[in-house]
């Protein structure tokens, strides 16, 4: 029995090493985190909108979308649900219908269910200040900076500046405190 014996109690056998192997993949599952998790963490809090713009695509140019001191808010909560609503300067009460009206024109606001994919911020849109987001999913590019979050549109046709042409936002928030 001597040296056969011996070395073959030396070597291990294939069931200790699928026990290390599955032991070792039970560790690594049970203390991974999802990327997804991670990305969301970055926006969860509420943030205070400082500026919003539009650029027109025909011409390059940027404008302030809703005057030179807009006001909102966004929430990403830790559960998966944004609240946003931006409404732009110098909102008076309306007197009138018309004026009730064209307050809509200044006034961004919906919330739904959010993920956040590396850059792309999804929401699935569930009450909406225009009823045609409702059931949709808005796609946004996302970009956090220390405290500072901005938010920018694909090009598209914006409900509230239709006369444009094809635009994009780029809203810019602070980390509310």
């Given amino acids: 029995m001597g040296a056969g014996w011996a070395g073959a109690r030396l070597r291990p056998s294939m069931e200790d090493r699928m026990s290390k192997l599955v032991g070792f993949t039970f560790v690594i599952l049970i ?9 969301s963490n970055k926006v969860v809090g509420t943030w205070k909108l400082v500026s919003y713009e539009t650029e027109v695509q025909a ?29 732009g300067d110098g ?12 307050l809509f024109t200044t006034l961004v606001a919906y919330t739904g269910s959010y993920r956040l994919e590396g850059d792309k911020w999804t929401t699935k849109v569930e ?4 009823p045609e987001w409702v059931g949709t999913e808005q796609v946004r590019s996302v970009a956090v900076d220390g405290e500072r979050l901005q938010v920018m549109s ?11 042409g094809m635009t994009r936002s780029i809203v810019t928030f602070v980390r509310s405190k």
């Fill in 31 to 39: 203390t991974a985190q999802p990327c997804v998790a991670d990305d």
């Fill in 59 to 87: 011409d390059g140019k940027k404008e302030p979308a809703m005057g030179q001191n807009p006001t909102g808010y966004a929430v990403f909560n830790p559960d998966g649900r944004v609240f946003l609503m931006l409404t």
């Fill in 91 to 102: 909102r008076t009460p309306a007197k009138t219908a018309e004026a009730r009206s064209e």
């Fill in 127 to 130: 009450v909406s200040w225009i």
């Fill in 154 to 164: 694909p090009w598209r046709v914006n409900p509230n500046w239709a006369d444009k």
